[in-house]
């Protein structure tokens, strides 16, 4: 069965860091291009970053370039999100997930539903408050 389990998510103050974690059985996370997504409050599914398949290839959203980092581990079968200088905006559910389509950059800056990916987690909640 495979399953993407994410954890990391908290409470915390504007400016503040944090890392996701996306636990991956069943499949080996790093074989396949993938993503982290968010939904934030009354807004649709938009895409956080992605990374090609065997750690290639980068990609961020404008408004978090410079301040997260997409990282995979193989030895833990394990996606992670460093995000830093949080903002109010961050707050939001985030979701590991696979794409079905191949990661470019023109990808992330195209609409996204669910049903765009093979695989997702249930997300962690992200909370970015004063």
């Not at 404008?62 to 995000?83: E, H, P, W």
């Amino acid at each position: 069965e495979i399953q993407l389990v994410e954890s990391g998510g908290a409470l915390v103050q504007p400016g503040g860091s944090l890392r996701l974690s996306c636990k991956a059985s069943g499949f080996i996370v790093t074989a396949y291009d993938m993503a982290w997504i968010r939904q934030r409050p009354g807004k649709g599914l938009e895409w956080v970053s992605g990374i090609q398949r065997g750690g290639g290839i980068t990609y961020y959203t404008d408004s978090v370039k410079g301040r997260f980092v997409i990282s995979g581990d193989s030895a833990n079968n394990t996606l992670y999100l460093q995000m830093n200088s949080l903002r109010d905006e961050d707050t939001g559910v985030y979701h590991c997930a696979a794409p079905r389509k191949v990661l470019t950059s023109t990808l992330l800056q195209s609409g996204i539903t669910f049903a765009d990916f093979h695989y997702r987690g249930q997300g962690t909640q992200v909370t970015v408050l004063s």
